[in-house]
């Protein structure tokens, strides 16, 4: 293999509502030598007798596994995050095809692939935190899939695409992307400068409207610099 293991993007499992999902999921990831899962406030506790038995030897994934009470701080490290869904939402995210984001993983970014619940898949709140949505191509009047083969169909792309020869030259990605913490801490005194300036008139539409303005920063990959220089500005309106 001709790729650095080490830089294979890490699942991230938002709210899993089954242990056996988990235990699954792991299996899978280690199938295609993914082995870095984070987990945010499971439906269970990861003492769960279900989880080992379905892992199938896939031990190492589950005892490494980091977990995190909130999504946003999950994410933190990253330069780019994945969103996963085959539902409409009314938050729009950007598309990325298996090939570009295998570039995106040759360039040695941090990558995190976030999968929502079982149930309702990935809310808009913690979508409006992703770069780009990842979709399944699937029958389209049943496009739902159990949580561990979306992420063993996921894994097995990247793996198969990350086996061939890269020869893809054309675009350059930006040198020194933000990563998330940078975001959040602009999207913080963003949001105090906002409130402060009265800019939510009505009080029930702020998440909304907030989800709003971070997908636009969201379309754009801003470099440390330019996350700092927004900072610079914002705060001046603090």
Known sequence: MHFNKNFLPEI???NTQLPENLGAT???MLNFQFDKLRVISPKFSLDNEKIIPVCAGADKVIKKIKIFEKFSDSIKDFNYVIGTSNRVRSQKKKEISFSKLKNIILKNYKVAIVFGPEKSGLDNEDLSLCDYSLKIDSNK???SLNLSHAV???CQNLFTLLLKKNDDKKGKLIENIAKKN???SFYKILEESLDNSNFFNVEERKKITFQKIKNIFCKYKLS???VRTLI???KKFS
């Open 12 to 14: 991230v499992l938002v």
């Open 26 to 28: 792991a299996r899978c």
């Open 141 to 143: 009047k049943f496009s």
């Open 152 to 154: 063993a169909i996921v």
């Open 182 to 184: 940078e975001l959040l």
């Open 224 to 226: 440390s610099e330019e």
């Open 232 to 234: 610079s500005i914002f």
